[in-house]
């Protein structure tokens, strides 16, 4: 084989791969996401709000959650009843039906609210930063990393 043939086929490789490319890169790509990206982006992807406890009444600590975007986040609003577990390593707060407490409501702006204040919030948390995340009907308040 001389240079010159070797060069012609090497060109029309290059041309055919070229073509290829044009081709596949022309054609509309669908993502998919799959059932298990899904579960993890709504799992970890809905860190939704970060608050930081303080001291209210004799030496308990206060946790404020507040605000529409953050229930709704969790299925809830103004006047949905919820349970507090504060026995996971996390507080998870739960909306179902037959919970014990209510969500209130802002006086003015009638905004969701839950005041958490408590030595149990003190025993649980201290003074941190929290974590919340909605999940499943659930808020889920973890203490930040490296807090």
């Not at 060069?7 to 044009?22: C, N, Q, S, W």
């Not at 996401?33 to 709504?42: H, N, R, S, V, W």
């Not at 992807?45 to 946790?63: C, N, W």
Request: aromatic share 6%.
């Amino acid at each position: 084989m001389t240079t010159d043939t070797y060069g012609k086929e090497y060109g029309a490789a290059l041309a055919v791969l070229d073509k290829l490319e044009a081709e596949i890169l022309a054609e509309p790509v669908e993502e998919q996401q799959t059932e298990a990206d899904k579960q993890i982006e709504a799992q970890y992807d809905v860190v939704l709000s970060t608050v930081t406890t303080r001291e209210r009444r004799k030496g308990a600590m206060q946790i404020w959650l507040q605000g529409t975007a953050l229930f709704a986040a969790a299925g809830a609003s103004a006047g949905s009843a919820y349970d507090v577990d504060m026995k996971t390593g996390s507080a998870v707060i739960r909306f179902h039906e037959n919970g014990r407490r209510r969500v209130h409501a802002h006086k003015s702006s009638g905004r969701p609210i839950i005041d958490m204040t408590s030595k149990s919030v003190t025993a649980f948390f201290g003074h941190c930063t929290v974590e919340v995340t909605a999940v499943d009907n659930t808020l889920v308040l973890t203490r930040k990393a490296g807090a």
